[in-house]
């Protein structure tokens, strides 16, 4: 082992101990801690546990968490494997629509709906209009609303890692089943679903751990009580009032064990079920049939249904974008690009914010996540199976706690939280994993021989990384940029806990817009520019990872 | 009595045609092996019978009843059992119930199940290992599930697609013996693929040798090897020495011929079929090293007595190649392990012409 290697991990270490292991330990002393005094104690935890308030929102988070995912899942199942197996013209495209929430943010759509489907939205505006109904049905608010509009969002983690599952399994296990007498929905059944269980749970767990972590979409719906819409508002809003803010931070810790336990015994599941290491010859493609009329002419339908939901959200927003005094009208009347000149002229900042924040973070995170991904797959220092392990724990972390607990740690003791570095670098520990998974799976692809190639020719280990390695790794590593700074641009339940005046960044806006009751038209016309931002970004990444499915993928395998 | 029939086989994948209209006919409780190399439709037309594969034209039949081309009766309906080449045993369940899974779909009764997989497991050697996953067993092991599986229901026809080819060569060349026993003692009418023609002539009684999507020779083991019906299947089965030339007479009362031969000699051949044969003809002697004569003396003269010199020698053990040049014409010789001859010495060889089959 190098000397080089020793200093890299200890560099790597000193970087992890300090951002990622000292703010969150100091979360969990925190809530620890007996109000008022210098003592710690649990007794902030039996408070929780014994307040009537905060059990129901703790059983109400794990209910949303359920209901989400048996709606992901009874929506998905039938998409991924339309998409998996059935041979259809425009199915790459559909695809791609269909996972396009991926790398939208929750809230925008969560705006989006509300617009169309609200009591005042388009739909109820029309049907009184055409005399069908004589008063607004309730569409969206509401418990199933939520449900609706968080499964929406997150339905392609399911379709993704279900149709990969399906996609993956050998072929002849299948028709073994066929020859054993099991036909049609009996094989799927007893084989194929079982086989992709591992896949499945991959997906599920991310769904499942989805509203521990998101707290803007339940209070845009007006439900607060949820585990960490509450640990917002009693740590943004009541931070003088030292029992709401212990409250608080115990829910943020309580959401982080639970979505971190949920993370591992998952991982531990799928690692102790990995199948697809025992057969031989799987073809790509998989079983790949051309389906007969009826069942082609349903799945399109279901494709096409599901494609216009999700291009619901870019299309009113985009509508909204482009006009003023959107109310109690079906549809816009007054078209304007004020909401444009607002945004560009008189608060650029935020724009600018964005793009900084992002940049400066992505920086962080390719600095960061290439020695790591070559520490990781190439050497054998002491540990480094175990910083994998507490960088791969980032993806369990839900984003409030990453906020949380850099207010708390960097206040007082490190006063980083007053220069505005802080925003990029917690942006950059958010999504720590991320890029480290993507310079990870390159690595692995990377034929080691080649470089051991280049050090026998006399090259060093850092001139065979700079001439070999990375022009190697380059497509996969850019890939992994694009999508960690299209993670980071839409970033919000860090960056609200840690920005100040001046330090708005473009989701910020979005929200505050939204929270200061002004028009929809600015929020909307600001969620509109990043989704456009987004899809420019994706279309580069498509260009050269090959499809916006890749591109996709590549954030899919990343969030997990 | 044909228990399976195949009729004018055809199936094409794009513009591939992967079986060229082939007729097969498996005769009840026989084991009739597929050979051929990759690429050649053995599997192809292995799915076809199992059903696996649709095929575009053509008619196949198990024990009376039409399986394809009027109506096409599912892979589940046929009651037929297969192994596969990867084995294919579900990873999820655990051995008892993998070999189980088709028992449990004919809803018989739970000690009957019991009882049928206990038995089965027992006569493939896998006694005990019921409650084991797939992943805690062997290669080896894993194949004899596959076997147990597909056995189990007692199906009217048993199809093997390679399922040795992914075993080391000791443990091979036991199974070959073990799974002839087995089928027999079941007597199931057995259809084998392989690209492996020793495993081929081990385990068949009869073999059909498949080139290009059709079959080019039907017959025992025996007879492929002793008769091949052209130089495709003389090359393909075993090794052997082709001695290219032009016929120059043909006798037809005793199935022989004078070759005019590359190195310039006269040589006498037999003709397995005489009425193709006529003078000008090109063709090509087929002559295995085994069936070659070596003499270090010149004995007395006859036909097809040639002097070449030892290019190379390899020492087997048991036996000796000898690779000797007759004028630029390398002969493969089978020799006793004895022979002190060395390279650079000269050999007479005697190609004895009732061994010298002239192919087209």
Known sequence: MSRGNLFLSTLLWLVVAFFVIYPLSFLVLESFKIAGTNHFGIQNYIDFFKDAYYLKTFSNTLLLGLLVLLTTTLLGLPLAYILARYRL??????????????????????????????????????????????????????????????????????????????????????????????HGFKRFLTVTLPLCTPNYLAGAVIVFLWPFTDWLTPLIFGLPDFLPSIAYINIAYHFTDMYRKYM?????????????????????????????????????????????????????????????????????????????????????????????????????????NSFVFSGVALLFGVVFGLPAAYLITRTKVPGKDTLDFVITLMLAFPGIAVGVSYLLAFWEVVPLATHWMVMPLSLFVRRLPYFLRMAHASYLQLDISLEEASEVSGAG???????????????????????????????????????????????????????????????????????????????????????????AWGSAGGRY | MAFIKIKSLFKKFGSVVAVNQIWLEVKKGEILTLLGPSGCGKTTTLRCIAGLERPDEGDVIIDGKQMFSQGFIPPSKREIGMVFQNYAVWPHMRVFDNIAYGLKLQKLPKHVIKEKVTEILESVGLAGLGGRYPGQLSGGQQQRVALARALVRNPKVLLLDEPLSNLDAKLRERMRFEIKSLVRRLDITTVYVTHDQAEAMVISDRIAVMDEGNIVQVGPPEEIYKKPANRFVADFIGTTNFISGEILEVFKDRDLAYIHTEFGQKMLCRVLDSATASPNKKVHASIRPEDVEVFTEPPEDRDNLFKGIIMHRAYLGNFLYFFVNIDSTMIRVQAPYDMMEKEGEELFLFLNPEKCIALF
């Open chain 1, 89 to 182: 013209m425009g199915k790459t495209l559909l695809t791609a629509l269909i996972l396009l929430p991926i790398v939208l943010p929750a809230y925008a759509g969560a705006f989006a709906l509300i617009v169309f489907f609200g009591k005042q939205g388009t739909v109820n505006l029309l049907l009184l209009e055409w005399g069908l109904i004589s008063k607004p049905i309730n569409f969206i608010y509401g418990l199933h609303g939520l449900v609706f509009i968080q499964a929406l969002h997150l339905l392609p983690f399911i379709v993704l890692s279900l149709s990969a599952g399906f996609t993956n399994i050998d072929p002849s296990l299948e028709e073994a089943a066929e020859v054993e007498g099991a």
């Open chain 1, 248 to 352: 608080g931070i115990v829910s943020v810790v309580v959401s982080s064990v639970i979505c971190v336990a949920m993370f591992l015994i998952s991982k531990r599941w799928v690692e102790s079920k990995k199948y697809t290491a025992l057969s031989k010859g799987t073809t790509l493609e998989g079983r790949i049939i051309d389906p007969g009329a009826f069942i082609r002419l349903g799945s399109y339908l279901y494709m096409f249904f599901t494609a216009i939901l999700v291009l619901l959200i870019p299309t009113v927003l985009g509508l909204s974008a482009f006009s003023r005094r959107w109310v109690l009208e079906p549809f816009p009347t007054y078209w304007t690009l004020d909401n444009f000149r607002l945004i560009f002229i008189e608060s650029p900042g935020l724009l600018k």
């Open chain 1, 461 to 551: 280990k850092f001139r065979t990384f700079l001439n070999i390695s990375l022009p190697l790794l380059l497509k996969g590593v850019f890939v992994g940029v694009v999508m960690f700074f299209i993670m980071a641009f839409q970033e919000i339940s860090t960056a609200v806990f840690l920005y100040r005046g001046g330090w708005e960044t473009l989701p910020i806006g979005i929200y505050l817009n939204w929270h200061r009751g002004m028009e929809f038209g600015i929020a909307g016309a600001m969620a509109f520019l990043m989704i456009v931002i987004i899809f420019i970004l994706l279309l580069i990444v498509s260009r050269i990872g090959g499809g916006i499915l890749g591109a």
